[in-house]
Every structure is written in C-alpha cells, then in structure tokens.
C-alpha cells in the first residue's frame, strides 16, 4: 500500500486545513487507518485513527473536539477535518495504514504497517 498525504500549508492560529490522504491500493477498504504528527525535535506521536468498517475512531486528548478523521473507501482517501487551529498543532502529519478487525483502530506507532510521506502544517500565532 503506497499512501500519499497532502493538504497542508502556512494558516494562521484559529484557521482550518483539510489533509487528504491517496492509498495506492483497492483493499484500502480493509485497512485501519490513522493521522499522526511530528514536530521539530520530538517524536512522532498519534493524532487519529479509524477503523476500516468507520465504526471505529479515536482521537488524542489535544486534538478531540477540533479534529475530525473520516474515510471515502470508494475513493481510496481518509481525511483529517483540522479546525481552531493552534501554533503547537504545527509539525508533519502522517498518514499511516494497519490490518486488522473492523473496529481495529490502533493508536501506537508501531501498529500500523504502511506510512505516508508527510505533509507539513505551521499554525502561525
């Protein structure tokens, strides 16, 4: 599975973004899906994740009530909806692609078998 995210970009503090993330392959619809982020000097750490039936998503306790992750499994694509932005939302955002039950949706790095490139975002203050 080749996964590629875009959709980032240079906003100010309290502005939306919508990254979109393409997976290569038709069985996209049997994969958990996840965002995570990583900013300059720290590790990566999870922001979202979905499961693969979308019965399924959990969200960081810093992102909850600001971000959204959905899925388009006819177009191949998961999304992540990023409103009210803040400066410390500001790193590089993976999108990252793991197999499992229909209500899998892993939270840790080192659940998920395919990853993304990255797509930068930078909340100015």
């Known amino acids: 599975v080749q996964l590629q995210a875009s959709g980032g970009g240079l906003v100010q503090a309290g502005a939306s973004l919508r990254l979109s993330c393409a997976a290569s392959?038709?069985?996209?619809?049997?994969?958990?899906m996840g965002w995570f982020r990583q900013a300059s000097g720290k590790e990566r750490e999870f922001v979202a994740a979905?499961?693969?039936?979308?019965?399924?998503?959990y969200y960081a306790d810093s992102v909850k009530g600001r971000f959204t992750i959905s899925r388009d499994n006819a177009k191949n694509t998961v999304y992540l909806q990023m409103n009210r932005l803040k400066p410390e939302d500001t790193a590089v955002y993976y999108c990252?692609?793991?197999?499992?039950?229909?209500?899998?949706?892993?939270?840790?790095?080192?659940?998920?078998?395919?990853w993304g490139q990255g797509t930068l975002v930078t909340v100015s203050s």
């Open positions: 990252a692609a793991a197999q499992g039950g229909r209500h899998y949706a892993p939270i840790g790095v080192n659940e998920y078998d395919y």
């Open positions: 392959r038709r069985t996209f619809s049997s994969y958990a």
């Open positions: 979905i499961s693969w039936s979308d019965s399924s998503t």
